[in-house]
């Protein structure tokens, strides 16, 4: 290693001095490689052990890589769902002097996918339309701070899964750009042609690998994100007229606003001199109404959808067991934490805790529960769901934490004796307790 190696950070890990810089990304030993599934590139990426993590590595020039680390540390502290940048590494040089090209490292996200490992065979309808979605909600996100993105495609997004939906992140932002007055209509309609044009491209592909499911249309299904980026944007930014004598539909509007995720900085409400219109336009934060709101409560720190269930799930057991309790909302769900949430994630064993997500696994969960419940017309005990969970289904999923491999054989492993796990449950629930709201 060079004594010229330079290393940028905001918190360097000794562990970086520890990679082969001296060697083209293309020949690091087999040894230093994280087999994880990567999405289309114009430079090479190659994943990587640090330590207990694992990172991307991406070769390019200096002045990209800067560029790059710098655009995802701002959209960070904007709280933009995108990858987080760990380094910048310039002044490499091999063992014969050459000049080898400078990179950035970036922390893989774990439990993510790039959309191209989301299908074992063939990339389904309603699968394709809920990437579609995600990618839209994130691209609204993103204009609303002025974010002009540049290269929209379902290959520079990562996607977890969001209690059967999916959750958007931007991985690349190298021909992004920070707009502080914001973005103008113009560059907003470009960033949205920009996408249909690559994610028609990205589909048409797909089906000529025979991976595209025959009742896909893939323009049909890239044309998909405008309407739902315009009807977001509509919702998120739109002006909204009604009479003084409807002043409820202002909570009404909060609470559409809400349910997208998005809170509420403040509600510019106008009157037009006698008339007795008002004009009411929400200024937008952020979303993550139902993530926040859970993680003040229990400290579970989970995806908008996933935390809409489980805070469900939170009142369906404080109705349940505390049907006169007022007030003491923060007391209820510790309760519901260490009594229901917290025995089902410890009763999983080790080696399936990989998986899946704390909260995405509890969601499926109960979405288990409830099916059996359905089938067997009985309510079905949690404990009980829950070995049937993990035999059934658990075992049988690939393990998103690390890598994506076809799918394994039954595990030989003793079946998990629930009998003895502390659960306080509550019935079945019925559809309209939490599972018509997602």
Known sequence: MSASLSITSAVTDPALLDLPWHLPLELWPDDTIASLPKGISRHLVRFVHLGDVVVAVKETTEEMARREYEMLRTLQRLDIPCVEPAAVITGRLAADGEQLQPVLVTRHLRFSLPYRALYSQTLRPDTATRLVDALALLMVRLHIVGFFWGDVSLSNTLFRRDAGAFAAYLVDAETGQLYEGGLSNGQRENDLEIARVNIAGELLDLEAGGRLDESIDAIETSNGIIESYRSLWKELTGWESFDRSERWRINERVERLN????????????????????????????????????????????????????????????????????????????????????????????????????????????????????????????????????????????????????????????????????????????????????
């Open 259 to 438: 349910d997208l995720g998005f809170d509420i900085e403040e509600l510019a409400i106008t009157t037009d001199g006698d008339s007795t219109q008002v004009r009411i336009r929400p200024k937008v934060v952020d979303a993550g109404h139902h993530s926040r709101r859970l993680l003040r409560l229990t400290g579970i720190d989970a995806e908008e959808n996933q935390a809409r269930r489980l805070l469900n799930d939170l009142d369906a057991y404080a109705a349940q067991n505390h049907p006169d309790r007022e007030g003491d909302e923060e007391v209820v769900a510790h309760e519901w934490l260490v009594r229901v949430f917290e025995p089902v994630i410890r009763a999983v064993p080790k080696d399936l805790r990989g998986k899946l997500e704390g909260p995405e696994l509890f969601h499926q969960l109960l979405e288990h529960r409830w099916y059996r419940s359905q089938d067997e017309g009985r309510a079905i005990p949690l404990a009980e769901a829950l070995s049937s969970y993990i035999d059934t289904v658990l075992r049988h999923r690939r393990d998103e934490a690390t890598m994506i491999a076809p799918a394994t054989e039954t595990l030989s492993l003793p079946v998990l004796d629930t009998s003895e796990i502390d659960i306080v449950d509550d019935d079945a629930d019925p559809p309209g307790s939490w599972r018509d709201k997602v």
